[in-house]
């Protein structure tokens, strides 16, 4: 008599097992941000905050140890140059650490003042 042979299958339930693990790992270890800061910044509360930051907005970080333009370190010298090529009716929101120096955030007034910059704004958290 003859043996049958028996057909040799591939068994997919590991690799479906390590598919499911590898989802999950990533699913739950994965960051979800809501804003995009480079600095760690620490925003004040409001109750009163109204106005959405748009994709065109000119976005200044600062913080207690340095400050950002546009998501890109930069210091206040070299902030002083890019202010100097921003069109006035360009609206700048400033997202300030509320442990800041008082000093720091008039220096950075002062810059917008000198380069004829008044539309700015204030990102809080609600």
Do not use: W
Request: aromatic residues 8%; contains cysteine; glycine residues 0%.
């Amino acid at each position: 008599m003859r043996k049958k042979r028996e057909l040799l299958t591939f068994d997919l339930t590991p690799l479906i097992d390590i598919v499911f693990l590898i989802l999950i790992f990533f699913i739950l270890f994965s960051v979800y941000k809501k804003d995009e800061f480079v600095l760690n910044v620490d925003l004040p509360i409001s109750k009163t905050a109204q106005k959405e930051q748009k994709s065109n907005d000119i976005t200044i970080e600062l913080n207690s140890e340095s400050i950002s333009f546009q998501g890109k370190k930069i210091t206040l010298e070299n902030l002083k140059v890019e202010c100097s090529h921003i069109l006035s009716n360009k609206l700048i929101i400033l997202s300030i650490d509320k442990d800041v120096k008082y000093e720091k955030i008039i220096d950075l007034l002062d810059i917008f003042k000198t380069n004829n910059l008044k539309n700015i704004s204030l990102l809080v958290k609600k």
